[in-house]
């Protein structure tokens, strides 16, 4: 039981080593449910590999770890959201949860050394996407709403920003408000540098004829 425990411990640590990850960068899936993810797939493993080694015709412990890969399949899939034909987010989260899977799988079949190594790899390769903007961070589309009345000035204002922010647009929806000349633009982007909170607000600030800017 001594050696059992060890692995659902260390399954438990590296898929909360990954949660807290996510959960400072606040995503969906946090610290709970990638360590009971990875503790629940180690004692699958376990049960697959050593509960039923005196069953008639011996055990098969490829059974349940193929039935873990196809659940984790379905579970990933409900995490990905979608705008329109366009993926949204939710891809990374779900690759997460498909590698926490099998870091719990790698515990329970006692391959702790290979389970800590994966465990900092993907923990390193996290760190290193958030920290230089590359990866599904910097090209994954996203929608972006802005509210704003009908000027040639204004118009030129967003043309800046495009070209400083090198925003590149996918698609485009405009709707005319109802109320002034105010024109509302949905956009499916990619952005290649992040646009902080506060540059945001100072553009609002400097330029009333912002309504609304959502991203």
Known sequence: MGE?????LLATLCGALLGAER???RKDAGVRTHSILSLATCLFMLLSKYAFFGAQGGADPTMIACQIVMGINFMGAGIIFRSG????????????????????MACGCGMKLLACLFTLMIFGLHLLIQRFNIGGTAY?????KIT????????????????????QILSLRCKRKAEGNTV??????QLLRAIPMEDIIHLMDAH?????FSI
Do not use: C, D
């Not at 059992?4 to 659902?8: A, F, H, K």
């Not at 009333?208 to 609304?212: Q, S, Y």
């Open 4 to 8: 059992y425990g060890l692995r659902l």
């Open 23 to 25: 959960s400072f960068r």
């Open 85 to 104: 034909q366009i993926i949204s987010h939710g891809l990374t989260t779900a690759a997460g949860i498909w590698a926490t899977a099998a870091i719990g």
């Open 140 to 144: 994954t589309p996203r929608e972006m």
């Open 148 to 167: 704003v009345e009908n000027t040639p000035e204004m118009w030129e204002v967003l043309r800046q920003m495009q070209q400083h922010y090198q925003i």
């Open 184 to 189: 509302k633009l949905i956009l499916q982007v």
């Open 208 to 212: 009333k004829e912002f309504k609304e």
